[in-house]
């Protein structure tokens, strides 16, 4: 029978936080499809630490080579997500993020031609080439498009949302914004049934053992159409029941824990907004729900990072000081293992 805490080990090995890595960034972003990615050095550090190199460089060099992106795909949120998938998932979930875009623009003082309008700077601003963000606005407010307070935000954000542009390669700390159809140059066209069916099945390979509550929240679609894209693949899913709920995971899921167990069992230290916490509607398995407020202080949307051991989120950790005087300061929910809090130092030291 599997328990709830073989639920969180699976979910580990799943994620490849535990178990063989990929070899590359671009292979540990398509397994999981989707990388919160608000928070850019905390989203590269998620991706690298899931990957046989282990380096932020490593990410860096995917974003540079356009094999990895970051944009808004889906909940109007970003993400760091393969290149290619990047159209279609915007075609598949975006509706649902810009069904608010029209009253946000209201309230912001823009028009429907302050957006149009911006795309034409944006596009001539872009061609052949790519901007800083800085940059980019200043090109839009001297074309007569107003970016003042949150105005630059949402017209980036809504012509991200809408195909114009997205974030690709690095320069000097900072992300570069690039036109979609020039940076990605060999995209995935996907029908609705058929995009349908890739989420639910890459999701599930990536992130399972998880419900399709689980599916909705994360990709934001009503549970009736997550069911559809269950529907078209189940048959290459295995399940396993956990507390009298099905959970869909890849086949060879229990295989690689039952190969890595004490591994997916030790200390990992995750940055904030990591997939093995927000992956997920239900994450009580892993994450104590008495406890859950301490992760996200105020409910603010701002993750905080953990302090996992034995597939439990054991308390937050944070760094302190800068260059070499840099240590780790780590807060328990009540008290850490003298094992644990022993081993904290050297799991920080360790991190990509």
């Not at 159209?87 to 649902?96: A, K, S, V």
């Not at 309008?117 to 498009?145: D, I, P, W």
């Not at 009540?334 to 022993?342: C, H, L, Q, S």
């Amino acid at each position: 029978m599997t328990t709830a805490r073989d639920l969180a080990l699976l979910r580990l090995v799943a994620q490849r936080v535990a178990s063989p890595p990929p070899a590359t960034a671009t292979e540990a972003v398509r397994l999981l499809t989707c990388v919160q990615g608000q928070d850019l050095p905390g989203a590269l550090t998620s991706v690298a630490l899931r990957t046989a190199q282990r380096t932020r460089a490593g990410v860096a060099a995917a974003l540079d080579a356009g094999e990895v992106v970051r944009s808004w795909p889906m909940r109007g949120t970003l993400h760091l997500l393969p290149a290619e998938d990047l159209p279609w998932m915007l075609e598949l979930l975006g509706p649902r993020a810009l069904a608010g875009a029209a009253r946000r623009r209201a309230v912001l003082g823009l028009t429907e031609a302050d957006t149009e309008r911006a795309r034409e700077l944006v596009t001539a601003a872009l061609a052949g080439g790519r901007c800083g963000r800085k940059e980019l606005l200043a090109a839009v407010a001297e074309g007569g498009v107003a970016v003042t307070g949150q105005r630059g935000y949402h017209l980036l954000w809504y012509l991200a949302q809408t195909g114009t542009l997205c974030l690709g390669p690095m320069a000097g700390g900072e992300q570069l914004f690039v036109l979609l159809d020039e940076w990605v140059t060999a995209p995935r066209r996907l029908d609705r049934d058929a995009a349908l069916a890739e989420l639910a099945l890459r999701y599930f390979r990536g992130h399972g053992p998880a419900t399709v509550a689980d599916l909705a929240r994360w990709a934001g679609l009503p549970v009736t159409q997550v069911r559809a894209g269950v529907a078209a693949v189940r048959d290459r899913l295995a399940a396993v029941e956990v507390d009298g709920r099905e959970h869909l995971l890849a086949p060879g899921t229990a295989d690689l824990l039952a190969g890595c167990r004490a591994e997916a069992a030790e200390l990992f230290l995750l940055p904030g907004f990591d997939e093995f916490v927000l992956g997920y509607a239900d994450r009580s398995c892993a994450v104590p729900p008495e406890f859950a407020d301490r992760i996200v202080p105020g409910r603010n949307g701002v993750f905080r990072p953990t302090v996992v051991h034995r597939g439990r989120v054991l308390g937050t950790w944070a760094w302190e000081g800068r260059g070499a005087k840099r240590t780790v300061a780590a807060t328990p929910f009540t008290t850490f293992p003298d094992d644990v809090a022993a081993a904290i130092p050297d799991a920080a030291a360790a991190l990509p």
